[in-house]
């Protein structure tokens, strides 16, 4: 339960100016999370059956709470009820349909690997200018994949990855990615 909470929190957003991009989504056993700009959803079994929003920070501090405890999660109108032993939390939800979801693939598939490596290999040379939003990111293309800071240009080549013909990973995706440490399905 623990390990998609972990991979979904890094996709939710810290501030409030919209209100549903700090909140992480229940819907067909999956816990989704967006922040406007990176969209990350994990299986999530246990909560099969539940379909709405939560905001993200008291749903992490309730699971949490019931320590190794197993959970119950019960919807009820505008709530979502989490139990365990002798704690329980109530906490405000909002309609899935407020949730910008992303419909997920029609086959997941797991990467054939190796993009972690190239993305620890060309981190250093990714640029922070936002004024030079073309040296923020990776390029793949063509079996390589491409850096810049506007000074250094780095270039590594790439292993068999399910890529399409050109990419651009955005610096915050990049990030994410290595802050969770696992290969990517998509």
């Keep these: 339960m623990y390990e998609a909470i972990d991979l979904v929190k890094g996709a939710v957003s810290t501030k409030d100016l ?27 079994p246990w909560l099969k059956g539940l379909s709405l929003t939560v905001p993200a920070g008291q749903f992490i501090a309730a699971v949490k709470g019931c320590g190794d405890e197993e959970a119950t999660f019960t919807q009820g109108e505008g709530k979502l009820t989490i139990a365990c032993g002798h704690f329980h939390a109530t906490l405000p939800t909002l309609e899935f349909t407020e949730f910008p979801a992303m419909p997920p693939p029609e086959k997941r598939r797991k990467w ?23 040296g923020t990111g990776i390029l793949f293309i063509g079996g390589k994949a491409m850096a810049t800071n506007n000074v250094v240009i780095a270039q590594t080549s790439v292993p068999a990855l399910l890529l399409p013909q050109s990419l651009i990973l955005p610096v915050q995706a990049m990030d994410e990615l290595l802050r969770i440490g696992l290969e990517p399905q998509w």
């Design 18 to 44: 919209v209100p549903v991009l700090t909140h992480v989504a229940i819907h067909e056993g999956r816990l989704c999370g967006y922040n406007g700009r990176i969209y990350i959803d994990a299986p999530a």
């Design 112 to 134: 054939k690997g190796g993009l972690l490596a190239v993305l620890e290999r060309l981190r250093p040379f990714v640029g922070s200018d936002a004024s030079r939003s073309w």
